[in-house]
């Protein structure tokens, strides 16, 4: 016997994301699907959901982020400056991403070419 079944799953406004780990949960009503959402962490406002971490990133775009402390690092022998966002776990740079790739690349370089010459 083939039947047809109504439930009610929740999905995370946020394109490409899916953050369901076992699978979308399905539930018989729309208040079962939205309770359990809102247990995991989700914030849902009329018909729109979002996951815990999209949730955080949202509202970090909103109100702006909750920087930490600027940590040093050093990687190939390039210094530069890292910190993360305390309530969405971004990150940040000084200086910017885009610039220290290409000084990694060059210090990568720099670096094969002076231990080759190294006896």
Do not use: K
Request: proline fraction near 8%; aromatic fraction near 10%.
């Amino acid at each position: 016997m083939i039947t047809t079944h109504t439930c009610y799953s929740v999905a995370c406004a946020t394109p490409g994301c899916d953050p369901w780990d076992d699978g979308t949960p399905h539930f018989p009503t729309a208040e079962q699907a939205i309770e359990h959402a809102r247990s995991c962490g989700w914030t849902v406002v009329g018909d729109v959901a979002r996951c815990e971490p999209c949730s955080r990133a949202a509202d970090c775009d909103t109100t702006g982020h909750r920087w930490g402390f600027w940590r040093p690092r050093v990687v190939d022998g390039v210094p530069f400056r890292a910190r993360t966002c305390d309530h969405c776990w971004a990150n940040d740079y000084d200086p910017p991403m885009a610039d220290l790739g290409a000084l990694f690349n060059a210090a990568r370089v720099v670096n094969a070419i002076t231990s080759e010459e190294t006896p």
